[in-house]
């Protein structure tokens, strides 16, 4: 990794160090939504109540998986039935530390009880994850592209779910 993306990768998730985790939910598909840090109400496009939005969130849209200290827990194509008994043991964790793995920028999220979620993409294309700071009325992205740490342009305006307690740009499907 070149040493600006990894300087834009450090300087985003140093905040989120520390955070609990707050909520995780599964969203269309095998993707997961992980939501760190004091949780606001969430709701969807259509005024209906979503899940619960961290000050910070994770999305790893298909390719992942939970690893224990010595064995994989689950993944994005095991059992559905595992998923959340295994995510459950992510309850009353703290982020430890957030990295950036191999050679196209996998995430690798590292909890206080030594348990990591990784993304790994299994499909032509490059990983499919996204960081979510929503500390502010201004929405910031940040995603892996072509090999590369960049920070996303939103394609519309942010609410934060703090001030309204709703978001314009959930797409979820909880």
């Known amino acids: 990794?070149?040493?600006?993306?990894?300087?834009?990768?450090?300087?985003?998730v140093q905040p989120m160090i520390g955070l609990p985790?707050?909520?995780?939910?599964f969203g269309h598909g095998s993707a997961i939504f992980l939501e760190f840090g004091?949780?606001?109400?969430?709701?969807?496009?259509?005024?209906?109540?979503g899940d619960p939005q961290g000050e910070y969130g994770v999305m790893i849209e298909w390719g992942?998986?939970?690893?224990?200290?010595?064995?994989?827990?689950?993944?994005?194509?095991?059992?559905?039935?595992?998923?959340?008994?295994?995510?459950?043991m992510l309850r009353d964790t703290s982020l430890a530390s957030v990295s950036l793995?191999?050679?196209l920028s996998e995430i690798d999220l590292c909890f206080s009880n030594e348990m990591h979620c990784v993304s790994f993409m299994i499909e032509k294309g490059h990983p499919q994850w996204?960081?979510?700071?929503?500390?502010?009325?201004?929405?910031?992205?940040l995603i892996s592209r072509k090999g590369r740490v960049?920070?996303?342009?939103?394609?519309?305006?942010?609410?934060?779910?703090?001030?309204?307690g709703s978001t314009s740009n959930d797409s979820s499907s909880s």
């Open 1 to 12: 990794m070149n040493p600006t993306d990894a300087a834009l990768f450090e300087d985003f």
């Open 64 to 88: 992942w998986r939970l690893e224990g200290r010595k064995y994989i827990l689950c993944g994005c194509r095991s059992d559905e039935d595992r998923w959340e008994p295994s995510f459950d």
């Open 101 to 103: 793995t191999g050679r």
């Open 21 to 25: 985790l707050g909520h995780f939910w």
């Open 130 to 141: 996204t960081i979510f700071d929503r500390r502010s009325d201004k929405l910031r992205t």
């Open 38 to 49: 004091r949780l606001s109400p969430g709701k969807r496009r259509d005024g209906s109540e």
């Open 150 to 164: 960049e920070l996303e342009r939103p394609a519309r305006p942010y609410v934060s779910p703090q001030r309204t």
